[in-house]
Protein backbone atom coordinates (compact mmCIF):
# COMPACT_ATOMS: atom_id res chain seq x y z
CA UNK A 1 0.00 0.00 0.00
CA UNK A 2 0.80 3.59 -0.63
CA UNK A 3 2.62 5.15 2.62
CA UNK A 4 -0.08 7.77 2.61
CA UNK A 5 -2.20 4.78 4.30
CA UNK A 6 -4.12 5.69 7.21
CA UNK A 7 -6.01 3.13 9.73
CA UNK A 8 -9.94 3.85 9.19
CA UNK A 9 -11.82 2.83 12.17
CA UNK A 10 -15.42 1.91 11.68
CA UNK A 11 -18.16 1.98 14.53
CA UNK A 12 -19.44 -1.33 14.90
CA UNK A 13 -23.10 -2.23 15.56
CA UNK A 14 -21.75 -5.81 17.28
CA UNK A 15 -19.72 -8.14 18.50
CA UNK A 16 -16.26 -9.01 16.24
CA UNK A 17 -15.69 -12.62 16.50
CA UNK A 18 -12.92 -13.44 14.29
CA UNK A 19 -11.44 -12.56 10.86
CA UNK A 20 -9.62 -14.21 8.29
CA UNK A 21 -8.31 -13.39 4.80
CA UNK A 22 -7.72 -17.33 4.27
CA UNK A 23 -9.59 -19.71 1.90
CA UNK A 24 -13.28 -20.21 1.56
CA UNK A 25 -15.21 -22.18 4.00
CA UNK A 26 -13.11 -21.99 7.49
CA UNK A 27 -14.02 -22.83 10.36
CA UNK A 28 -13.18 -20.49 13.23
CA UNK A 29 -12.14 -21.03 16.14
CA UNK A 30 -11.07 -18.57 18.64
CA UNK A 31 -11.66 -17.34 22.21
CA UNK A 32 -14.81 -15.69 21.23
CA UNK A 33 -16.14 -18.40 18.70
CA UNK A 34 -19.21 -19.92 20.97
CA UNK A 35 -20.93 -16.12 20.23
CA UNK A 36 -21.92 -18.19 16.72
CA UNK A 37 -22.24 -21.46 17.94
CA UNK A 38 -26.05 -22.70 17.05
CA UNK A 39 -26.75 -19.22 14.96
CA UNK A 40 -29.17 -19.82 12.44
CA UNK A 41 -27.54 -17.63 9.70
CA UNK A 42 -30.43 -18.64 6.84
CA UNK A 43 -29.62 -19.16 3.17
CA UNK A 44 -31.34 -16.20 2.35
CA UNK A 45 -28.84 -14.21 4.17
CA UNK A 46 -25.84 -16.37 2.97
CA UNK A 47 -27.40 -15.53 -0.58
CA UNK A 48 -27.56 -12.27 -0.48
CA UNK A 49 -24.02 -11.21 0.70
CA UNK A 50 -22.46 -13.05 -1.60
CA UNK A 51 -23.87 -10.98 -4.51
CA UNK A 52 -22.11 -8.00 -4.61
CA UNK A 53 -22.79 -5.27 -7.34
CA UNK A 54 -20.73 -2.15 -8.23
CA UNK A 55 -23.41 1.08 -7.56
CA UNK A 56 -22.44 3.96 -9.23
CA UNK A 57 -21.18 6.83 -7.69
CA UNK A 58 -21.15 10.49 -9.25
CA UNK A 59 -17.97 12.10 -10.40
CA UNK A 60 -17.38 15.46 -8.33
CA UNK A 61 -16.41 17.11 -10.88
CA UNK A 62 -13.73 19.70 -12.81
CA UNK A 63 -10.76 17.14 -13.09
CA UNK A 64 -10.54 16.53 -9.33
CA UNK A 65 -9.84 13.51 -7.62
CA UNK A 66 -11.83 11.67 -4.74
CA UNK A 67 -11.98 8.89 -1.91
CA UNK A 68 -14.98 7.54 0.09
CA UNK A 69 -12.93 6.64 3.55
CA UNK A 70 -16.18 5.73 5.67
CA UNK A 71 -20.13 4.73 5.32
CA UNK A 72 -22.76 4.43 7.85
CA UNK A 73 -25.83 3.47 7.31
CA UNK A 74 -29.32 3.87 8.65
CA UNK A 75 -31.13 1.44 6.80
CA UNK A 76 -29.90 0.07 3.35
CA UNK A 77 -31.94 2.87 1.95
CA UNK A 78 -30.54 5.71 4.03
CA UNK A 79 -26.89 5.48 3.99
CA UNK A 80 -23.84 8.04 4.09
CA UNK A 81 -20.55 8.27 3.36
CA UNK A 82 -17.33 10.30 3.83
CA UNK A 83 -13.69 11.43 2.34
CA UNK A 84 -12.72 14.16 0.29
CA UNK A 85 -11.50 15.64 -3.48
CA UNK A 86 -8.36 16.43 -4.49
CA UNK A 87 -6.42 17.79 -7.11
CA UNK A 88 -4.53 14.95 -9.19
CA UNK A 89 -1.05 13.78 -7.24
CA UNK A 90 -0.31 10.86 -9.32
CA UNK A 91 -0.88 7.57 -7.12
CA UNK A 92 -3.07 7.96 -3.95
CA UNK A 93 -4.70 5.11 -2.52
CA UNK A 94 -5.15 4.97 0.85
CA UNK A 95 -4.78 8.72 1.99
CA UNK A 96 -3.12 10.92 4.00
CA UNK A 97 -5.44 12.23 7.42
CA UNK A 98 -3.41 15.07 7.15
CA UNK A 99 -5.11 17.63 4.85
CA UNK A 100 -3.25 19.36 2.83
CA UNK A 101 -4.16 22.59 0.29
CA UNK A 102 -6.78 21.88 -2.01
CA UNK A 103 -8.56 18.96 -0.17
CA UNK A 104 -12.93 19.98 0.10
CA UNK A 105 -14.29 17.11 2.11
CA UNK A 106 -16.75 15.31 -0.05
CA UNK A 107 -20.14 13.55 1.48
CA UNK A 108 -22.71 11.39 -0.75
CA UNK A 109 -25.85 9.35 0.16
CA UNK A 110 -26.59 6.50 -1.10
CA UNK A 111 -30.87 5.83 -1.18
CA UNK A 112 -30.67 2.26 -2.17
CA UNK A 113 -30.48 2.87 -5.32
CA UNK A 114 -28.34 5.55 -6.58
CA UNK A 115 -25.58 8.12 -4.88
CA UNK A 116 -25.84 11.60 -4.73
CA UNK A 117 -23.56 14.20 -3.76
CA UNK A 118 -24.50 15.90 -0.58
CA UNK A 119 -24.02 20.09 -0.15
CA UNK A 120 -21.77 20.95 2.11
CA UNK A 121 -19.68 23.66 3.35
CA UNK A 122 -16.76 24.40 0.88
CA UNK A 123 -13.68 24.38 3.05
CA UNK A 124 -9.66 22.95 3.21
CA UNK A 125 -10.22 19.82 4.78
CA UNK A 126 -10.79 16.39 5.05
CA UNK A 127 -13.20 13.79 6.48
CA UNK A 128 -12.36 10.79 8.00
CA UNK A 129 -15.05 9.36 10.03
CA UNK A 130 -19.13 9.69 9.79
CA UNK A 131 -21.78 8.12 12.27
CA UNK A 132 -25.94 7.78 12.00
CA UNK A 133 -27.69 6.82 14.21
CA UNK A 134 -31.11 7.95 12.89
CA UNK A 135 -32.99 9.51 9.71
CA UNK A 136 -32.27 12.93 10.82
CA UNK A 137 -28.91 12.67 13.26
CA UNK A 138 -25.16 12.30 11.80
CA UNK A 139 -21.85 13.47 12.72
CA UNK A 140 -18.73 13.29 10.27
CA UNK A 141 -15.34 13.97 11.42
CA UNK A 142 -11.80 15.12 10.16
CA UNK A 143 -9.44 18.33 10.04
CA UNK A 144 -9.04 21.35 8.87
CA UNK A 145 -6.71 24.16 7.17
CA UNK A 146 -6.63 27.76 8.25
CA UNK A 147 -4.08 30.26 7.73
CA UNK A 148 -2.78 28.90 4.30
CA UNK A 149 -2.06 25.74 5.72
CA UNK A 150 0.01 27.55 9.02
CA UNK A 151 -1.96 25.57 11.45
CA UNK A 152 -4.81 23.23 11.81
CA UNK A 153 -8.36 23.26 13.12
CA UNK A 154 -10.29 20.20 14.33
CA UNK A 155 -13.59 19.67 12.03
CA UNK A 156 -17.20 18.02 12.96
CA UNK A 157 -20.11 18.55 10.30
CA UNK A 158 -23.45 17.69 11.66
CA UNK A 159 -26.52 16.25 9.88
CA UNK A 160 -30.49 17.60 10.82
CA UNK A 161 -32.39 15.52 8.12
CA UNK A 162 -31.94 18.04 5.85
CA UNK A 163 -28.44 19.79 5.47
CA UNK A 164 -25.20 19.54 6.70
CA UNK A 165 -23.86 22.03 9.04
CA UNK A 166 -19.84 22.83 10.61
CA UNK A 167 -20.51 23.22 14.15
CA UNK A 168 -17.83 24.34 16.73
CA UNK A 169 -15.76 21.40 17.55
CA UNK A 170 -12.41 22.00 20.52
CA UNK A 171 -9.07 22.55 19.54
CA UNK A 172 -6.12 21.86 22.05
CA UNK A 173 -4.30 25.02 23.08
CA UNK A 174 -0.40 25.09 23.48
CA UNK A 175 -0.55 24.09 27.03
CA UNK A 176 -0.90 20.44 26.09
CA UNK A 177 2.55 20.46 24.50
CA UNK A 178 4.09 21.60 27.85
CA UNK A 179 6.92 18.88 28.38
CA UNK A 180 7.18 18.11 25.37
CA UNK A 181 10.18 19.30 22.79
CA UNK A 182 7.54 20.99 20.83
CA UNK A 183 6.52 23.21 24.07
CA UNK A 184 8.75 26.42 22.62
CA UNK A 185 6.76 26.06 19.23
CA UNK A 186 4.45 29.10 18.08
CA UNK A 187 0.35 27.45 19.00
CA UNK A 188 -0.11 28.60 14.74
CA UNK A 189 1.57 25.30 14.04
CA UNK A 190 -0.78 23.23 15.73
CA UNK A 191 -1.77 20.43 13.20
CA UNK A 192 -5.36 18.59 15.06
CA UNK A 193 -7.35 15.91 13.31
CA UNK A 194 -10.11 13.83 14.41
CA UNK A 195 -9.60 10.48 12.91
CA UNK A 196 -12.26 8.52 13.80
CA UNK A 197 -15.82 8.81 15.53
CA UNK A 198 -18.92 7.08 17.16
CA UNK A 199 -22.82 7.73 18.77
CA UNK A 200 -24.59 5.45 20.73
CA UNK A 201 -27.56 8.08 20.44
CA UNK A 202 -28.43 11.59 19.40
CA UNK A 203 -27.35 12.69 22.79
CA UNK A 204 -24.00 10.57 23.21
CA UNK A 205 -20.66 10.51 20.60
CA UNK A 206 -17.08 10.30 20.71
CA UNK A 207 -14.57 11.51 18.09
CA UNK A 208 -10.50 10.33 18.83
CA UNK A 209 -7.78 11.53 17.04
CA UNK A 210 -4.24 13.56 18.10
CA UNK A 211 -2.49 17.57 17.69
CA UNK A 212 1.02 17.90 16.48
CA UNK A 213 3.33 20.09 16.62
CA UNK A 214 6.84 20.29 14.63
CA UNK A 215 9.39 20.96 17.16
CA UNK A 216 11.74 23.76 17.01
CA UNK A 217 14.35 22.04 18.70
CA UNK A 218 15.03 19.00 16.33
CA UNK A 219 12.39 18.93 13.42
CA UNK A 220 10.15 16.35 14.73
CA UNK A 221 7.05 16.17 14.76
CA UNK A 222 5.24 15.62 18.33
CA UNK A 223 1.90 14.35 18.72
CA UNK A 224 -0.65 14.58 21.98
CA UNK A 225 -3.92 12.44 21.85
CA UNK A 226 -7.05 13.98 21.20
CA UNK A 227 -10.50 13.53 22.75
CA UNK A 228 -13.84 14.62 22.32
CA UNK A 229 -17.63 13.90 23.21
CA UNK A 230 -21.03 15.37 22.43
CA UNK A 231 -23.62 15.92 24.88
CA UNK A 232 -25.71 18.58 26.16
CA UNK A 233 -25.89 20.05 22.64
CA UNK A 234 -22.64 20.36 22.19
CA UNK A 235 -18.95 18.97 21.80
CA UNK A 236 -16.41 19.30 24.79
CA UNK A 237 -12.97 17.91 25.27
CA UNK A 238 -12.74 14.74 26.71
CA UNK A 239 -9.64 14.31 28.18
CA UNK A 240 -7.43 11.25 27.52
CA UNK A 241 -4.52 9.70 28.07
CA UNK A 242 -1.39 9.04 26.66
CA UNK A 243 1.65 11.15 26.46
CA UNK A 244 2.79 11.31 22.67
CA UNK A 245 -0.24 9.47 21.37
CA UNK A 246 -2.76 9.49 18.49
CA UNK A 247 -5.74 7.39 18.26
CA UNK A 248 -7.40 6.08 15.19
CA UNK A 249 -9.33 3.12 16.76
CA UNK A 250 -12.70 3.95 18.76
CA UNK A 251 -15.52 1.32 19.53
CA UNK A 252 -18.69 2.96 21.81
CA UNK A 253 -21.84 1.20 23.39
CA UNK A 254 -24.12 2.39 25.65
CA UNK A 255 -21.86 2.03 28.90
CA UNK A 256 -18.45 2.25 27.56
CA UNK A 257 -15.98 2.97 24.78
CA UNK A 258 -12.39 1.71 23.90
CA UNK A 259 -10.04 3.97 22.05
CA UNK A 260 -6.60 1.89 20.65
CA UNK A 261 -3.45 3.93 18.96
CA UNK A 262 0.21 4.49 19.31
CA UNK A 263 2.53 6.09 21.94
CA UNK A 264 6.15 7.63 21.32
CA UNK A 265 7.59 8.78 18.09
CA UNK A 266 8.52 6.40 14.78
CA UNK A 267 9.48 4.07 14.33
CA UNK A 268 9.73 2.89 18.38
CA UNK A 269 5.70 3.47 18.76
CA UNK A 270 4.04 0.99 21.00
CA UNK A 271 -0.09 0.33 21.44
CA UNK A 272 -2.10 2.17 23.61
CA UNK A 273 -5.48 1.50 24.67
CA UNK A 274 -7.93 3.81 27.10
CA UNK A 275 -11.34 2.41 28.12
CA UNK A 276 -14.08 4.80 28.78
CA UNK A 277 -16.15 4.18 31.71
CA UNK A 278 -17.96 6.37 34.67
CA UNK A 279 -17.26 9.51 32.84
CA UNK A 280 -13.68 9.38 32.51
CA UNK A 281 -10.91 7.90 30.31
CA UNK A 282 -8.28 5.02 32.12
CA UNK A 283 -5.33 3.37 30.88
CA UNK A 284 -5.71 -0.35 30.09
CA UNK A 285 -4.12 -2.44 28.11
CA UNK A 286 -3.30 -2.77 24.28
CA UNK A 287 -3.34 -5.44 22.01
CA UNK A 288 -0.05 -6.49 20.92
CA UNK A 289 0.01 -4.99 17.59
CA UNK A 290 1.45 -1.93 16.31
CA UNK A 291 -1.55 -2.24 13.66
CA UNK A 292 -4.44 -2.38 14.91
CA UNK A 293 -6.97 -1.61 11.83
CA UNK A 294 -10.66 -2.50 13.61
CA UNK A 295 -11.97 -2.42 16.68
CA UNK A 296 -15.35 -3.54 18.41
CA UNK A 297 -17.03 -3.20 21.54
CA UNK A 298 -19.87 -4.57 23.52
CA UNK A 299 -20.92 -4.67 27.24
CA UNK A 300 -17.73 -5.17 28.61
CA UNK A 301 -15.99 -7.54 26.06
CA UNK A 302 -13.90 -6.07 23.25
CA UNK A 303 -12.28 -7.69 20.04
CA UNK A 304 -9.97 -5.86 17.80
CA UNK A 305 -7.79 -7.31 14.23
CA UNK A 306 -4.29 -6.04 13.46
CA UNK A 307 -2.63 -5.81 10.13
CA UNK A 308 -1.21 -9.24 10.67
CA UNK A 309 -5.12 -10.34 11.44
CA UNK A 310 -4.43 -11.25 14.42
CA UNK A 311 -8.11 -11.24 16.54
CA UNK A 312 -7.53 -9.85 20.03
CA UNK A 313 -10.48 -10.37 22.38
CA UNK A 314 -10.96 -8.17 25.02
CA UNK A 315 -12.61 -9.00 28.78
CA UNK A 316 -11.22 -8.94 32.41
CA UNK A 317 -8.90 -5.49 31.63
CA UNK A 318 -6.59 -7.76 28.90
CA UNK A 319 -6.20 -8.92 25.84
CA UNK A 320 -6.20 -12.47 24.66
CA UNK A 321 -4.52 -13.41 20.52
CA UNK A 322 -5.65 -15.74 18.62
CA UNK A 323 -4.06 -16.51 15.04
CA UNK A 324 -6.55 -16.52 12.24
CA UNK A 325 -6.45 -19.62 10.20
CA UNK A 326 -5.02 -19.64 6.78
CA UNK A 327 -4.66 -15.74 6.73
CA UNK A 328 -2.65 -14.25 4.13
CA UNK A 329 -1.16 -10.66 5.64
CA UNK A 330 1.33 -10.64 2.46
CA UNK A 331 -2.06 -10.96 0.09
CA UNK A 332 -4.58 -9.33 2.11
CA UNK A 333 -4.93 -5.77 4.09
CA UNK A 334 -7.80 -5.31 5.98
CA UNK A 335 -9.78 -1.82 6.65
CA UNK A 336 -13.50 -2.06 8.08
CA UNK A 337 -15.75 -4.01 9.22
CA UNK A 338 -19.73 -4.35 10.38
CA UNK A 339 -21.26 -6.87 12.41
CA UNK A 340 -25.03 -8.23 12.37
CA UNK A 341 -26.41 -10.83 13.76
CA UNK A 342 -24.41 -14.13 13.60
CA UNK A 343 -21.97 -12.91 10.91
CA UNK A 344 -19.42 -9.78 10.19
CA UNK A 345 -18.32 -8.38 7.27
CA UNK A 346 -14.84 -7.01 6.48
CA UNK A 347 -13.41 -5.31 3.44
CA UNK A 348 -10.50 -4.15 2.29
CA UNK A 349 -7.51 -4.55 -0.80
CA UNK A 350 -5.87 -7.87 -1.76
CA UNK A 351 -3.37 -9.09 -4.64
CA UNK A 352 -5.34 -10.00 -7.66
CA UNK A 353 -4.06 -11.85 -10.37
CA UNK A 354 -1.90 -9.24 -12.36
CA UNK A 355 -3.27 -6.35 -10.25
CA UNK A 356 -1.68 -5.12 -6.83
CA UNK A 357 -5.07 -3.75 -5.55
CA UNK A 358 -8.72 -5.14 -6.07
CA UNK A 359 -11.59 -5.22 -3.61
CA UNK A 360 -11.45 -7.86 -1.11
CA UNK A 361 -14.57 -9.19 1.03
CA UNK A 362 -15.31 -11.80 3.46
CA UNK A 363 -17.97 -13.23 5.50
CA UNK A 364 -17.53 -14.29 9.25
CA UNK A 365 -19.99 -16.52 10.87
CA UNK A 366 -20.09 -20.09 11.94
CA UNK A 367 -17.94 -20.17 8.81
CA UNK A 368 -15.27 -17.97 7.04
CA UNK A 369 -16.17 -17.20 3.51
CA UNK A 370 -13.79 -14.87 1.29
CA UNK A 371 -16.82 -13.57 -1.00
CA UNK A 372 -16.68 -12.93 -5.02
CA UNK A 373 -16.85 -8.80 -4.77
CA UNK A 374 -16.55 -6.78 -7.93
CA UNK A 375 -13.80 -4.51 -9.52
CA UNK A 376 -13.70 -1.47 -11.95
CA UNK A 377 -12.07 -2.82 -14.70
CA UNK A 378 -8.60 -1.50 -16.03
CA UNK A 379 -8.79 0.09 -12.43
CA UNK A 380 -6.46 -0.79 -9.23
CA UNK A 381 -9.47 -0.95 -6.79
CA UNK A 382 -9.78 -0.86 -2.32
CA UNK A 383 -12.47 -0.62 -0.19
CA UNK A 384 -12.03 1.24 3.20
CA UNK A 385 -14.99 0.92 5.12
CA UNK A 386 -18.33 -1.01 4.87
CA UNK A 387 -21.85 -0.87 6.59
CA UNK A 388 -24.08 -3.64 7.21
CA UNK A 389 -27.55 -2.21 8.66
CA UNK A 390 -29.24 -5.84 8.27
CA UNK A 391 -28.16 -9.42 8.14
CA UNK A 392 -28.78 -9.64 4.33
CA UNK A 393 -27.79 -6.05 3.13
CA UNK A 394 -24.19 -4.26 3.29
CA UNK A 395 -22.93 -1.01 1.88
CA UNK A 396 -19.28 -0.83 1.38
CA UNK A 397 -17.20 2.23 -0.20
CA UNK A 398 -13.40 2.72 -1.12
CA UNK A 399 -11.50 4.27 -4.15
CA UNK A 400 -10.75 3.10 -8.08
CA UNK A 401 -7.81 4.66 -9.82
CA UNK A 402 -5.97 4.45 -13.06
CA UNK A 403 -2.97 2.18 -12.51
CA UNK A 404 -0.32 5.07 -14.26
CA UNK A 405 1.14 7.87 -12.15
CA UNK A 406 0.31 11.36 -13.04
CA UNK A 407 -2.30 13.82 -14.05
CA UNK A 408 -6.25 14.90 -12.34
CA UNK A 409 -9.09 12.75 -12.38
CA UNK A 410 -7.04 9.35 -11.88
CA UNK A 411 -8.81 8.69 -8.71
CA UNK A 412 -12.93 8.61 -8.62
CA UNK A 413 -15.08 6.96 -5.88
CA UNK A 414 -16.21 3.43 -5.33
CA UNK A 415 -19.47 1.68 -3.79
CA UNK A 416 -20.23 -1.91 -3.48
CA UNK A 417 -23.67 -3.24 -2.53
CA UNK A 418 -25.20 -6.44 -1.33
CA UNK A 419 -28.75 -7.42 -0.79
CA UNK A 420 -31.65 -4.56 -0.76
Known amino acids: MSPRS ?18 NGVVLRSPASHIFAGAAETSTTSAALTSWRITPTPRVGGGRDAELLSVSCVSFRDC ?19 AVLGDVPLIEHFNGRQWTISSSPRLTAVLNSVSCVSATF ?3 VGGSIVNNHEAGSTLVEQFDGERWRVVASPNLDQSAFQGTEASAAPPTTAQPMLVT ?10 AVGY ?6 LSEATVAVPLSIRYGSGQWSFSPILGDSAEFSN ?21 PIAALFTQGIWSAVGAPADPDVRGLSCQGASCAAFGNDLNIFTFAHGSWSPTAVP ?3 AAREMLEGIDCMPHACVLVGTRAKGRSPYATFIERVGSRASVLTSPD ?19 VAVGYAQVPAGGGSGQVRTLALAAGG
Open 6 to 23: IVHAVFVAGLLISIGGGA
Open 250 to 270: LSCDQTICVAIGLQGQFPRTI
Open 376 to 394: VPRYWNGLFSVACPSSSEC
Open 138 to 140: CIA
Open 326 to 328: NAN
Open 211 to 216: DEEESP
Open 80 to 98: NAVGYSFTGAGFSTPPDIQ
Open 197 to 206: SSCTSVSNCF
